[in-house]
């Protein structure tokens, strides 16, 4: 290992003991927590990336507390995928608009099936 290596492990692991020893000293690029009360929101219409991506990102929670299957989940990921790369083009070509709302609807259809799915599962638990 060169010592530039080496200084460059040894500084970046100070900062961690000074972390914990003051909460103050946080980098600018760290997590933050958003308070939201812990209420789950309601479902919004997927008309931007974010609500996109937090379709994604509802999905990887319901997969992780097995409310949803492997597949189900694969699919919702394949389908974001395609729609977060349609707002990409429409960008470019505006006249993909009719298909970036169509896959936009079928992506809203599919997740109205999972909630509708998964809806038991948390009445039940």
Do not use: C, W, Y
């Amino acid at each position: 290992m060169s010592s530039r290596q080496h200084e460059d492990n040894s500084t970046s692991e100070r900062p961690l003991t000074r972390r914990s020893s003051a909460p103050s000293a946080r980098s600018p690029g760290g997590l933050r927590v958003i308070n939201g009360g812990g209420q789950r929101r309601q479902d919004e219409p997927l008309v931007s990336r974010d609500a996109v991506a937090r379709v994604l990102m509802e999905a990887g929670v319901d997969l992780l507390l097995r409310r949803i299957s492997p597949a189900r989940a694969a699919e919702i990921e394949r389908k974001v995928d395609r729609v977060l790369d349609l707002f990409d083009r429409v960008d470019a070509a505006p006249l993909l608009m009719p298909v970036l709302q169509r896959h936009l609807d079928e992506l809203e259809a599919l997740m109205r099936e999972t909630r509708q799915v998964r809806a038991p599962a948390r009445r039940g638990g």
